[in-house]
């Protein structure tokens, strides 16, 4: 059985029948330390760039499934791994949803708690998902989100004990898309960047993601991004097997073979133009899983995510 953050907590008290209030106000107290390290923070803190003013019908909620929908204000989610056994490794969580919706707020907690276990500290991103109604370009309304949240971490990286030279994205599906976006277009900002912080990340793992924008491939993420009816440039533009090079960051790629949502291919295609430019990688396919696996494959006992903590280590983050 899974809770969500406090949740033994909150559970504690809707089930007990508590008599005493002092206890009942501990309880609340060591809830909201729980709800604490996962206080979000706004990428925006002022005006959001590339925004227009949200219909008055188009509001963030999360659904009965748990999906978030309807960012309008992004932000970043902190958990931080205990005192005493961060290793200054930070990543940055982009949940998947086909750039339609992001996925539940609990799976990218669980995700962010696994790093954290290992002294990682990880950051989940809420990002704005891309829309005409609520962006003046849709089409890079998610990378100024993860751009933004990689300068901002490298800007406080010493209020968390992170070294800012070992942060990372971490895709998970269409979320993937966004890091690998992030990973090879690093020298074309899309955000204010006056201080000239670099926006190259450190490493990305990617996790069954969309990375390929083959037309040939039907795809709702590409669609939502682009359009239906994009133009071979802006295809190709977040093609980003296309656009890997020698100063592409290290990549940890995770898929199943019979993926029906996600081909393979995506992995595939991008791990041989990370191999045709030297650029370190590492792989990892299921035979069986499908989309959407998570931390445990049910199809086989290998453990993706211990593989990736030493793929980390062997690489120096």
């Known amino acids: 059985m899974s809770f969500p953050p406090g949740g033994i907590v909150l559970g504690l008290l809707k089930c007990c029948n508590l008599k005493s209030t002092l206890f009942t ?20 803190p002022k005006n959001i760039p590339n925004s227009k003013r949200a219909p008055a019908n188009y509001v963030e909620y999360t659904d009965s499934s748990g999906l978030i929908r309807n960012v309008t204000n992004p932000v970043i989610i902190p958990f931080l791994p205990k005192k005493g056994t961060a290793t200054g490794t930070a990543v940055i969580i982009c ?5 339609a ?10 995700l962010a708690k696994a790093f954290n276990q290992v002294g990682i500290a990880a950051f989940v991103l809420n990002y704005r998902l891309p829309g005409d109604e609520i962006m003046v370009d849709k089409t890079i309304g998610p990378l100024q989100d993860a751009q933004t949240a990689l300068l901002l971490i490298r800007k406080r ?27 090879t277009h690093f020298d074309q ?6 201080e000239q912080i670099s926006l190259r990340p450190d490493f990305m793992v990617l996790v069954y993601s969309v990375i390929l924008f083959d037309t ?11 359009g239906a009816a994009a133009q071979p440039a802006l295809i190709d533009h977040f093609s980003n097997e296309k656009h890997v090079t020698a100063n592409t960051p290290p990549a940890f790629l995770v898929h199943a073979a019979d993926d029906d949502v996600v081909p393979v291919k995506n992995s595939l295609v991008f791990y041989n133009a990370l191999l045709a430019f030297n650029v370190k990688a590492s792989m990892h396919i299921f035979q069986a899983g499908g989309h959407g696996f998570g931390l445990d494959n049910p199809h086989n006992k290998d453990k993706w995510f211990h593989s990736c903590i030493n793929w980390l280590q062997e690489n120096g983050f």
């Open 189 to 194: 900002p899309v955000i204010d960047n006056k």
């Open 25 to 44: 106000l501990v309880l609340i107290s060591i809830a909201r330390l729980l709800f604490a390290q996962e206080k979000a923070i706004p990428l925006y």
């Open 216 to 226: 040939a491939i039907a795809s709702g993420t590409r669609e939502n991004l682009i």
């Open 101 to 110: 919706v992001l996925a539940s707020a609990e799976k990218s907690a669980l």
């Open 157 to 183: 990286a010493a209020e968390w004990g992170i070294n800012p030279h070992k942060i990372g994205f971490v895709g998970i599906s269409a979320g993937g898309h966004l890091a690998s976006t992030a990973a």
């Open 95 to 99: 949940p998947g949803g086909g750039y």
